[in-house]
């Protein structure tokens, strides 16, 4: 079992920054094909953020591309979204997701962050 642990979320005003992190961890070892945030906005359905492959190879949604960004931070079982020049339709729940294929194929979640962009 792995368990995903988000950090850095809060209010910021619009064109402000906030960088969340999700670290991972397990009782035992674990290998992962992706991590990726996800968001969810009131009466929203989920949609993905930005992913980073084991490969290092990083995917965004058109309306965050250009504005954040998803990498390690520290070791490989930590993954940032650094939130730049942050928009008020950018308010949501944002959540991690790892994707594993050892010990076995399986999709983690966290339990999800709030971030307000408010003026």
């Known amino acids: 079992q792995v368990q995903l642990a988000e950090s850095g979320g809060g209010l910021v005003q619009p064109g402000g920054s906030l960088t969340l992190s999700c670290a991972a961890t397990?009782?035992?070892?674990?290998?992962?094909?992706?991590m990726a945030w996800y968001r969810q906005a009131p009466g929203q359905q989920r949609e993905m953020v930005a992913q980073?492959?084991?490969?290092?190879?990083?995917t965004y949604a058109d309306y965050v591309t250009g504005r954040f960004t998803i990498d390690w931070a520290g070791n490989r079982n930590i993954v940032a979204l650094q939130m730049n020049n942050l928009r008020i339709e950018d308010t949501a729940v944002y959540y991690c997701?790892?994707?594993?294929?050892?010990?076995?194929?399986?999709?983690?979640w966290g339990q999800g962050i709030q971030v307000t962009v408010s003026a």
């Open positions: 997701k790892m994707n594993t294929f050892t010990p076995k194929t399986a999709d983690y």
């Open positions: 980073l492959s084991r490969g290092g190879r990083t």
């Open positions: 397990s009782g035992g070892r674990f290998s992962w094909n992706y």
